[in-house]
């Protein structure tokens, strides 16, 4: 269950102003049409989450406990450097032809949109941390459609309000801890 909730909580506050985000921005307002979206959002991150969750289990099996330790603990690190790093949308990648249909335009165009990003990274972390394969994939995939689902429903007039900076920051925190808890091997739960 902790593998789940926290997979959950540092997606869906990694996600807050990620270009991600601005992609469902873009999708609800170019094709208003929340439902053929926000299932295109859910199955391209399971798939993309799916891989990245499998990365993380087989780094698990692949390398030692101590190298492991390392591992992780640098990566969260690098990660709370990179939640301070604001995104971007690049014109192309929100720029697909609707041939596709509003689904399949919105899954192709999340599952590019998320290769290498920083939640496709967590999620590699956070397999490769709590070896619960199935409880990390469904909680990252259930914290971008926290972040998103807003986004494609509400639009505009909720990102305004929400200090994106704060949020970061918060999220900046939080990979820092787990990154130095995993270096210096202590589990607080």
Request: glycine share 8%.
């Amino acid at each position: 269950m902790e593998a789940f909730l926290v997979s959950t909580s540092l997606v869906a506050l990694a996600e807050m102003g990620d270009k991600t985000q601005l992609l469902s921005l873009l999708l609800a307002a170019r094709y208003r049409r929340p439902v053929p979206i926000l299932l295109g959002i859910f199955v391209a991150t399971l798939a993309n989450h799916a891989g990245a969750g499998a990365l993380g289990a087989w780094i698990t099996s692949a390398v030692g406990a101590d190298v492991m330790r390392w591992v992780l603990g640098l990566s969260f690190l690098v990660m709370a450097v990179w939640m301070l790093i604001p995104d971007t949308l690049d014109e192309t990648e929100g720029a697909q032809r609707a041939r596709f249909g509003v689904f399949g335009t919105t899954v192709l165009a999340f599952f590019l949109a998320e290769m290498g990003d920083k939640t496709q990274v967590a999620t590699v972390a956070l397999a490769a941390q709590y070896a619960a394969f199935t409880a990390v994939v469904l909680g990252t995939t259930l914290g971008m459609m926290i972040a998103n689902a807003p986004a494609v429903l509400l639009g505009e007039r909720i990102t305004r309000r929400l200090p994106i900076r704060h949020i970061h920051a918060a999220a900046a925190v939080i990979f820092a801890l787990l990154g130095g808890l995993a270096l210096l091997d202590v589990t607080p739960w």
